[in-house]
């Protein structure tokens, strides 16, 4: 289990673009289950949509890539604070199966597929109530900056 304290640790983002509040479990370079919950005070909530809030599609798969990011630091036993960071470098077949709105939980999963030369693979899925709301692979990079 991981808290806010640690996540802001090992994820360089910040307010309000850090999409995942707490690690429930993390099996070292196989998976991750996070949690990310939504509140109303969200500030994409604001324009997306007023009279009928809910998450951007966009921002669901980033909280799932904030969660893949989570399982390839600990995985690499590295970290943004050795000049590690982390890109997005490919989205394949993601599906939206339902909305998510304010007061929802949602539960991010991230399995991995392969890792390779600082590339990795993720099979991704987000659930709410214990329904699937996103699924998909995401390709991701780690790279060194200096």
Same mark, same amino acid.
């Given at each position: 289990m991981m808290d806010i304290h640690?996540?802001?640790k090992q994820l360089p983002h910040r307010y309000p +673009?850090?999409?995942v509040d707490r690690v429930l479990t993390i099996?070292?370079?196989v998976r991750i289950t996070a949690l990310k919950n939504v509140t109303i005070n969200e500030p994409f909530f604001e324009g997306? +949509?007023?009279h009928r809030p809910v998450m951007p599609g966009v921002l669901?798969?980033?909280a799932l890539a904030q969660a893949a990011a989570l399982l390839a630091f600990d995985?690499?036993?590295a970290s943004p604070e050795n000049g590690s960071i982390y890109y997005f470098a490919g989205i394949d077949n993601a599906r939206f199966k339902r909305p998510v709105e304010p007061g929802d939980q949602l539960i991010l999963e991230a399995e991995l597929l392969r890792m390779?030369?600082?590339i990795f693979k993720f099979k991704?899925?987000?659930r709410v109530d214990g329904e699937l709301a996103v699924e998909a692979e995401l390709t991701c990079a780690m790279r060194s900056v200096s």
């Open positions: 640690k996540i802001l +673009f850090l999409l099996e070292k370079g997306h +949509f007023p669901m798969l980033e995985a690499m036993d390779k030369a600082g991704t899925s987000a």
